[in-house]
């Protein structure tokens, strides 16, 4: 793996981190992440808490609920309640509160913030990848300093079976839109980094604006698939563009599960999203 996170990677895949994971020093962590927009975050997710969110994906998965969920959002059945929602599932409700996590995104972002979505999918080895994008957002206000991260959980870890993540360091500098730099398809392009060697339970916090593709397995045959779920936050101050017509939905789910236990008051409040204007794909 090639990184200039400014983070150590050579962490167990199996240490388990029941306390928040030191990062040596918070000022330059977030110093590197306003630069270069990403941190890799070898083991970060405790192997427990992995082993119970592995089958919760497969679930989804084969249950057809990420295909019902989707159809909630941009197909027939948009504006309707999806039978189960990512968060309703046990071990991704703790994912998204993961206190580690919350520690850390409380430093890069600089305050208190608020959850936009989460998706979870495994990815089969005959996947094609997906292009170069953004994930970025907009919030009312136009104001690029509020920013939005998106944290990217590789259950399985990545390795060079499973394709890899490439990211542009410092393109959320730059203001374009997410399909900027679609056609160029996933190839390889100058100053990029590749992320495709991490171990088991491993995270990548990345500002949702950097500009990144998902490479495809080298092959469809022999390759492994990719546990993945991603969750994204939004730094509070002004509103944000809600992706999923059911968001309201969701954040009261969020809080009738008492997700977070009262600690971020913030981050199931709707006060800070626009209203759902158009349908977005996944």
Avoid at 45 to 71: C, H, K
Wanted: net charge negative; charged share 25%; with cysteine.
């Amino acid at each position: 793996m090639r990184s200039s996170s400014g983070i150590d990677e050579t962490e167990s895949a199996g240490e388990a981190h029941s306390e928040p994971v030191e990062y040596g020093d918070v000022i330059e962590a977030r110093k590197s992440f306003e630069e270069l927009g990403y941190l890799v975050l070898p083991g970060f997710l405790p192997p427990a808490l992995v082993d119970r969110l592995v089958p919760e994906v497969d679930r989804w998965m084969d249950e057809g609920l990420r295909a019902r969920s989707i159809a909630c959002s941009t197909g027939t059945a948009a504006g309707a309640h999806p039978p189960v929602l990512e968060l309703e599932l046990p071990a991704h409700g703790e994912l998204l509160v993961h206190p580690p996590l919350m520690s850390l995104l409380t430093e890069v972002m600089g305050g208190p913030f608020v959850h936009h979505h989460m998706h979870s999918q495994r990815q089969g080895a005959g996947d094609t990848g997906k292009p170069w994008h953004h994930d970025n957002e907009p919030n009312d206000l136009g104001d690029r300093s509020l920013v939005m991260v998106h944290a990217l959980h590789y259950l399985g870890g990545l390795n060079e079976t499973m394709g890899s993540l490439a990211v542009l360091p410092g393109s959320h500098h730059e203001e374009s839109a997410k399909d900027f730099r679609a056609g160029l398809g996933t190839a390889e392009q100058p100053g990029e980094e590749v992320i495709d060697r991490l171990p088991r339970g491993s995270t990548v916090l990345i500002n949702s604006a950097v500009f990144h593709a998902r490479r495809p397995a080298p092959s469809p045959v022999t390759g492994q698939d990719r546990y993945f779920v991603d969750a994204s936050y939004c730094r509070t101050g002004a509103r944000w563009r809600p992706v999923k017509p059911y968001w309201r939905y969701m954040l009261a789910r969020a809080e009738e599960l008492g997700l977070g236990g009262g600690q971020w008051p913030e981050l199931f409040s709707e006060r800070h999203f626009t209203e759902f204007q158009e349908v977005v794909g996944r």
